[in-house]
């Protein structure tokens, strides 16, 4: 049982991850993604800033932007691996 709650919170933690880089990145919901673009801007963006530096960025939007960045963040949920 332990492995399977480990396992859990690591595809957690890596699907958390991934929604901040997509967050972070300079993909825009207009562009009208595709798999393989939104795998490229998760990349890039981990690339750039580091995941802690997604978290970061995400984390400032929401203090300068909650609306926006409330809505943003449904859609990087929608769309993150």
Request: proline residues 5%; glycine residues 4%; hydrophobic residues 45%.
């Amino acid at each position: 049982m332990q492995t399977t709650t480990q396992l859990l919170l690591m595809q957690t933690a890596g699907s958390n991850a991934r929604c901040a880089a997509l967050f972070a990145s300079a993909l825009q919901p207009s562009d009208t993604p595709t798999v393989v673009m939104i795998a490229t801007a998760i990349r890039s963006a981990v690339q750039r800033f580091g995941e802690r530096g997604c978290a970061e960025r995400m984390a400032q939007e929401f203090g300068d932007h909650p609306e926006a960045a409330a809505q943003r963040m449904r859609w990087a949920r929608q769309l993150a691996p």
